[in-house]
Nanobody, 117 residues
Framework: QVQLVESGGGSVQPGGSLRLSCAAS????????MAWFRQAPGKARERVARIFSTGTTSYADSVKGRFTISEANALNTLYLQMNSLNTDDTAVYYC????????????WGQGTQVTVS
């Protein structure tokens, strides 16, 4: 059974930092492209960052230079280090997985709330 379980969300003041984690199970983590998405109230879901199985990463312009995505394959865990947070970063953050070369994210976590105020 596939599971993606996010943790690490919470409330923080502007300028602060948080680190999100996503524990994965039930699939071969190292063969997947992993990503973080977020959705704020009334806004479309946005892909924040992704990391391919090769280790290549990409970021949305809105978070570039502030957020860092990483993974620990031995632990089947994905991370998102978020620095210099601002109120626009307030959202529910989700991790998701798609097989390398795939076009649709198959697996999603339940989300973790990040509030910056």
């Amino acid at each position: 059974q596939v599971q993606l379980v996010e943790s690490g969300g919470g409330s923080v003041q502007p300028g602060g930092s948080l680190r999100l984690s996503c524990a994965a199970s039930g699939f071969t983590f190292s063969n997947y492209c992993m990503a973080w998405f977020r959705q704020a109230p009334g806004k479309a879901r946005e892909r924040v960052a992704r990391i391919f199985s090769t280790g290549t990463t990409s970021y949305a312009d809105s978070v570039k230079g502030r957020f860092t995505i990483s993974e620990a394959n031995a632990l089947n865990t994905l991370y998102l280090q978020m620095n210099s947070l601002n109120t626009d970063d307030t959202a529910v953050y989700y991790c998701a997985a798609v097989p390398d070369g795939g076009s649709s994210y198959n697996y999603w976590g339940q989300g973790t709330q990040v509030t910056v105020s």
